[in-house]
């Protein structure tokens, strides 16, 4: 089939790509010129694992390509995906829609022959009907434009894998049995053959889809980090407490980490856009977990502000604070929401030199944090510390001999806010360590 994606962030730039590797003929469409020539030259202008492979692999091949022409686009094919975000507005949890409602309007008067417009943006329920009305009064093929809505559910570092076998495929459409619903099925036919199950459903159902499963997950990663509080408190230790409630299937391990909790550009925005949604359709009275999910992620970050308080004392002017970690999860490079860096950030604010490292994410952070220092190799940013925080797992941050860094430090002190380090070995090599949930 030939197919468009409109807007290629880390969704549209993945799913343009692994719709090619299913042997489509794929258009991705931006208006961000320098990101148009990036992809075209097979290349992501952000760190996701295997994408550049299929990149340069498909633009090689003539399978796909990218333009920043909506009119190109409209006339390319009769499929079109929307991936454009949907960013939290400022000072409100609502979505901001204006980039959705802005690239169907400008697609809508290219579409004078019957079309089908699949929306995989994260959106409000509701948003279904206004996109119809938009493309039905701007596309000159009027109602022959169907709306159907696919969400996604990809995983930052896993995008690839999660587009080409998803756990599950949703697809919502105004009517049963319609013309877009063929459509569809004809371009993932291959992840059907697979035995990917696959859910037809109305607008609604779809539009829910991605912010109740994202909201779920922040409710169990803040679940956890409740039980973290409690067992600092009662002398537990959380890393057990998860591992014995892992093992009630009905529960599973998955997601059961405890730590500094959730970042990024989806779970912290898609919470309080489900829970600002509900409050708009009153139903608000039914999501206070998700308030109180919302709240545990945010206590996690000052905990450990506090922590660091209890290490060098109340007052951090003049103190030397080592971060390893900038991107709000390993294997990525994005610092949306990055709990890391809003600890930094906030020791910073409280007078402490902050020195970060980060295998992938340090560009982004120097361009949102210039007043903070930076040091691409782990080891040498502990020169001279007082402290170090160890904020994103990053694997080889756990393969760190600790002798190595004790002599280099002011004060060999650690906080391990993710979990990971191996506390005995760090105490051995003369650390004192602190790990969230755990005494």
Known sequence: MKMTVIGCG????????????????????????????????????????????????????????????????????????????????????????????????????????????????????????????????????????????????????????????????????????SWAERVLRQAFGKIIEAGTPTIVTDWATAELAKGAANSFLATKISFINAMAEVCEKSGANVAELADILGHDIRIGRRGMRPGLGFGGGCLPKDLRGFVTRADEIDAGEAVGILREADAVNTRRRDRVVTLAREALGPDLRGKRITVWGAAFKPETDDIRDSPALAVAQTLHDLGATITISDPQALDNARKLHPELDYAQDPIAAVKDADLLLHLTEWPHFSHIDPKRLATRTHSPKVIDARGTLNTDQWRDAGWITRTLGRV
């Not at 909506?70 to 979505?95: K, N």
């Not at 809508?108 to 417009?117: C, D, E, H, I, T």
């Open 10 to 177: 880390y969704l549209g730039a993945t799913h343009a790509a692994c719709m090619a590797e299913l042997g489509h003929e794929v258009l991705g469409m931006d208006l961000d010129i320098d990101k148009v020539h990036t992809l075209n030259s097979g290349k992501a202008p952000f760190f996701e694992r295997d994408l550049d492979d299929l990149l340069a692999k498909h633009t090689a091949s003539g399978r796909l390509r990218f333009t920043a022409s909506y009119g190109e686009a409209a006339e390319f094919a009769d499929l079109h995906f929307i991936g454009v975000g949907t960013p939290q507005q400022t000072g409100t949890g609502a979505y901001d829609l204006s980039y959705l409602f802005d690239a169907v309007t400008k697609l809508a008067p290219g579409l004078s022959r019957p079309a089908v417009v699949a929306v995989k943006s994260t959106v409000p329920v509701g948003t279904a009907p206004h996109v119809a009305e938009l493309l039905h009064a701007h596309a000159p093929a009027g109602d022959l434009v169907e709306v159907a809505w696919n969400p996604e559910f990809l995983r930052e570092s896993f995008a690839v894998e999660d587009t080409l076998r998803p756990d599950r495929l949703v697809l919502g459409f105004h009517i049963e049995h």
